[in-house]
């Protein structure tokens, strides 16, 4: 990948040298190199023609499809910034990201049109492009799917300011070369991504091109040694709003090989695709490979084909790794990453074997510290302490976010680090391990969820008065949530359950808290801040009991 040219230059030369090769396979339909080029560049033309301009940020808020690919090429290639987002965020976090990333246009699926008219009035929204799930398959797919009601469909109706993407691309017109868009590249932004992590609302972190680039470049280079990049075909089971999909699967479309695609995980799907299409790679969190690793029909499937299974997201447990190495006869290649790093800050390397529990050496591209989390003082090698992380396109910034920005972005020796907030330890070959997190930031299958978030949404119920959110370890899917809450002193009859549903009004589904329990009061410090780490303490020494 050429870092000096930008992403939609990089996919274009790559579609005009692969030409009829898949690029994408969407349930079941294959798009080659060219078709997907024509669709992004249809809609790019139809987007330029109703003023979409270069700089402006616009919303992505559909699930997994070709759709997305086609929407963010799109985006791409007149010079916008994409700000992807989860499909399944609430009107509470859409309005929000609207605002916050100050986005004029969306593109939603038809089953969360709801949601948007609901934050239209308020934002400064100024357009909404709807697509179906089922939008560019075949006609006959279409008619099947209608026909058993197995597709999803929302209602809408298309007005000055709305308008359906499938006749967006049903228009001829194209786009040609346009200097101020084409070569916008570089330092040029390219994506907002939000995170999670102990701020009550999402954070932006803005990405430019050639960071986008240089990370996805070794990612997708990292299986190099045991296949080429452009015969990989990538089984891509996570999300494309997050990191993790965006380096690990989208990247392979601006090195030509094959991504996979589906709209939510389906393990029997996944795993007839995998035979079906001769998956060579496949990305996922820890709790994925538990899933197949347990899925009562793994036996009726043959996925000989993988030859490269990477996990990032959280920590896989050495118990799924040994499993996983005895049944396909290959290992699972960790990583560790961060939105803020633009994904891969090191990798476990495929041409050496690597120790158990490590998250891989340090990529190229990026230089580490390990610090001591108070000094800033570098430890000694094997020693725990705060990794800190730089490179040379890093992100130095959240978007509106000065307070978090300082928090979380120091300068030492002349550089910009950031500051990770997860204790690691590095052996003497250079091999990183993970200690512990050093925030109050809860992993859940991937996620990281902001406890202070779920303890603000509490705490605006009128029954509480306090309340404290903590990960509970949890083999399956990292940690799962629990609230600990205090009650106003006349209030009777709240239950969990009522909490629970309170929490789902405005929080996504993997922030909810599965378990609520009751206390007179909780742990605070002298000056009356909240001491969640005596809580973990509590909820270890009853998981050691």
Not at 18 to 39: E, F, I, W
Not at 94 to 103: E, G, W
Not at 136 to 160: C, E, H, Q
Not at 178 to 197: H, K, M, Q, W
Request: aromatic share 8%; with cysteine.
């Amino acid at each position: 990948m050429d870092i000096k040219k930008s992403i939609y230059q990089n996919f274009a030369e790559t579609a005009e040298r692969r030409g009829n090769h898949t690029a994408v396979v969407y349930l079941g339909t294959r798009y080659s190199y060219s078709t997907v080029r024509t669709l992004a560049e249809r809609l790019a033309a139809a987007l330029s023609n109703m003023g979409v301009d270069s700089g402006q940020r616009a919303m992505l808020y559909i699930p997994n499809s070709i759709q997305w690919v086609v929407a963010w090429l799109a985006l791409q290639k007149i010079g916008a910034v994409c700000v992807p987002i989860t499909p399944i965020y609430t009107p509470h976090d859409l309005a929000y990201i609207a605002d916050d990333s100050d986005a004029e246009t969306i593109i939603c699926a038809d089953t969360n049109f709801g949601y948007v008219t609901n934050v239209l009035a308020s934002s400064g929204l100024k357009r909404v492009i709807v697509t179906n799930a089922a939008d560019l398959l075949p006609w006959w797919k279409r008619y099947f799917g209608r026909l058993f009601d197995v597709i999803p469909s929302g209602k809408y109706m298309l007005d000055d300011r709305t308008y359906s993407l499938k006749k967006l691309l049903n228009r001829n017109g194209f786009l040609g070369a346009s200097p101020a868009n084409d070569a916008a590249g570089g330092r040029a932004l390219a994506e907002i991504l939000y995170t999670g992590g102990t701020t009550k609302f999402p954070k932006g972190v803005p990405f430019t091109h050639d960071l986008f680039l240089v990370s996805a470049d070794e990612q997708i280079r990292l299986s190099e040694p045991l296949m080429a990049v452009e015969e990989n075909v990538i089984m891509g089971n996570a999300p494309l709003f997050h990191i993790l999909g965006q380096t690990c699967s989208l990247a392979t479309l601006l090195s030509g090989g094959s991504l996979i695609l589906q709209p939510r995980i389906n393990l029997d799907a996944a795993f007839d695709s995998i035979q079906r299409y001769q998956a060579t790679s496949m990305i996922g969190v820890p709790a994925l490979y538990r899933m197949i690793l347990e899925h009562v029909r793994l036996a009726q499937y043959d996925l000989s084909s993988l030859k490269f299974c990477f996990c990032g997201g959280d920590v896989l447990p050495i118990e799924v790794s040994n499993r996983w190495q005895e049944k396909f006869g290959i290992p699972i290649y960790q990583g560790y990453g961060a939105t803020e790093t633009c994904g891969g800050v090191s990798m476990c390397p495929t041409t050496v074997a690597n120790p158990p529990r490590s998250v891989g050496r340090v990529v190229a591209s990026k230089k580490v510290k390990i610090v001591d989390p108070a000094t800033l003082e570098p430890v000694q090698t094997g020693n725990p302490g705060e990794l800190l992380v730089s490179s040379e396109f890093m992100v130095t910034s959240y978007l509106n976010k000065p307070e978090e920005t300082a928090t979380s972005f120091v300068e030492l020796d002349g550089d910009t680090y950031y500051r990770s907030a997860d204790i690691m330890s590095m052996d003497a070959d250079g091999n990183l391990f993970f200690v512990d997190r050093t925030v109050d930031t809860i992993k859940h299958k991937g996620y990281r969820v902001s406890a202070s978030e779920i303890e603000s949404t509490l705490q605006e119920h009128p029954a509480v008065i306090a309340s404290c959110a903590v990960g509970v370890p949890d083999e399956k899917v990292g940690e799962r949530i629990k609230a600990y809450v205090v009650l106003k002193a006349d209030i009777k009859g709240i239950t969990g359950y009522d909490l629970i549903k309170w929490c789902r009004r405005t929080l996504v589904s993997y922030k909810v808290p599965h378990y609520i329990e009751f206390r007179d009061m909780l742990p605070k410090s002298k000056v009356g801040k909240l001491l969640r780490r005596e809580i973990r303490s509590e909820e270890r020494r009853r998981k050691e009991a």
